[in-house]
């Protein structure tokens, strides 16, 4: 059967970030509960120029840049839960901005940091039953709580852009998945509400106990607990600890919670210094992984996606020989470093921004250092332009 998975996978930030240890003294917590309770340090910022739209643009931009793969898919699907309209996909103004063909089937995806994976995989059936079909799969999102929330300190912005093709070159995904769904309230952000709401410790146990659910449907469809490395759903660094010991618990012990450093830690390195990124937020800690730990080739990375609400589901990936070669870690790399730290004061400036609501024109400031950004919004519309014109 033909090998189908991600053939390119590149992420985008904000090229501005608040530290943790300054949001702590702000708010009079000590910074341990962030550094040491949750595993974060920094969060990424957007500017008021970004939104999912442009993120998203500029994490495929990345695959694009430097003309070796051609700006030709046949479907772009777009997941969020940042979306900046009820009725159009954010996909078609990314199309768009990306000088892609026409020619393609574009569509919004939304099931809160799930439906990337939902686009994962209605994609890969697709390729399996056409293995010339190229689609470009984009999750972006920025996470919001509010100021002074518990979950502040777990917010943050990022887009992840992957090529799905057949034959990849950097990941196989296997067809056996696991799966559960549950009618929770957990997370969730009314139509009128630019922020999330959310019962966190009660999400911590619903995404617990979908991924216990999981690991049984997927052993249940016979799927094999046969990994080298584990990506979890990261709302939080630390999550992935809790999750992990739940996953050694599962599978009878067989995978020890000891081999945290060896096997899952390296997914943690991107998320730590973003944050949440809802539905990329698991594509990043995958890249996290490819780009700071040397993987064999041909070993088995498992993958769980949550989505409060509640979806979940397990799957498994085979890294290709000389997968290292696709990748974009310098570029990654040299995007992290350039960032700027912004005072707490900034911070909350950013934050707080007020974005028309009446029609009238609003002309944003130039602030992403990113290809692509929001230019103004008139009469009710968004206006996106590449950053150089
Ligand atoms: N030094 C060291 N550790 C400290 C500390 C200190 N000074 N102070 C606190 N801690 C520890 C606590 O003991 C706790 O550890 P455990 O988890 O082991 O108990 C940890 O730091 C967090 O402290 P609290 O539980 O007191 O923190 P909180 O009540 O402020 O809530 C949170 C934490 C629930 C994650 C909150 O930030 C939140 O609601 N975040 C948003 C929701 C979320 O991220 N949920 C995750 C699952 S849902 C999901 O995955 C979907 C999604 O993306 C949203």
């Given amino acids: 059967m ?11 930030t904000s090229n501005q970030f608040v530290a943790l240890k300054d949001v702590a003294e702000h708010n009079q917590i000590d910074p341990d509960k962030f550094a040491l309770g949750i595993w974060q340090e920094n969060m990424a910022v957007a500017s008021v120029d ?17 003309g070796s793969i051609a700006r030709q898919v046949d479907q772009l699907l777009f997941a969020t839960e940042s979306g900046v309209d009820q009725s159009k996909a954010g996909g078609v103004y990314i199309r768009r901005l990306l000088g892609l063909n026409q020619n393609c089937r574009v569509v919004e995806l939304k099931q ?77 952000r009314p139509n009128y509400s630019d922020t999330a709401l959310v019962d966190g410790k009660y999400s911590t146990k619903v995404y617990l106990n979908t991924l216990k659910a999981c690991i ?30 739940t996953f050694c618990r599962e599978s009878g012990n067989r995978y020890q919670v000891e081999a945290f450093e060896q096997n899952i830690a390296a997914g943690l390195i991107y998320n730590r210094t973003i ?29 769980f996606s949550f989505g409060s609400g509640c979806m979940g589901e397990l799957m498994s990936a085979t890294v290709v020989a000389g997968y290292r070669d696709a990748l974009y870690s310098k570029a990654h790399h040299q995007m992290l470093s ?26 944003l ?25």
């Fill in 50 to 66: 970004e939104d999912a739209v442009t993120l998203a643009a500029n994490a495929a931009e990345t695959i694009f840049a430097d």
């Fill in 112 to 188: 809160a940091c799930y439906s990337a994976t939902a686009g994962l995989q209605m994609a890969l059936a697709q390729i399996r039953a056409n293995p010339s079909l190229r689609i470009l799969l984009i999750a972006s999102d920025i996470a919001r709580y509010g100021l002074g929330t518990p979950g502040e300190a777990t917010q943050g912005c990022g887009a992840v852009a992957m090529l799905l093709t057949a034959n990849p070159s950097i990941l196989a995904i296997d067809e056996v998945a696991g799966l559960h769904s549950d009618d929770v309230m957990d997370f969730w």
């Fill in 338 to 363: 350039e960032r700027t730290q912004m005072t707490y004061a900034d911070y909350e400036a950013a934050f707080t921004y007020g974005y028309v609501v009446d029609g009238s024109e609003q002309v």
């Fill in 275 to 303: 944050g949440n990124s809802y539905t990329a937020s698991l594509y990043i800690a995958l890249a996290s992984l490819l780009d700071n730990q040397e993987v064999e080739a041909n070993a088995r990375i498992g993958l």
């Fill in 216 to 245: 049984a449907d997927y052993q249940a469809r016979g799927g094999e607990l046969e990994f080298q490395h584990l990506c979890y759903h990261l709302p939080f660094s630390r999550m992935a600890e809790k999750a992990h010991k």
């Fill in 2 to 12: 033909v090998r189908v998975g991600i053939d390119r996978i590149a992420f985008y």
């Fill in 365 to 389: 400031p130039k602030q992403t250092t990113g290809a692509y950004r929001l230019a103004k919004i008139d009469q009710h519309q968004r206006h996106y332009e590449p950053t150089n014109c």
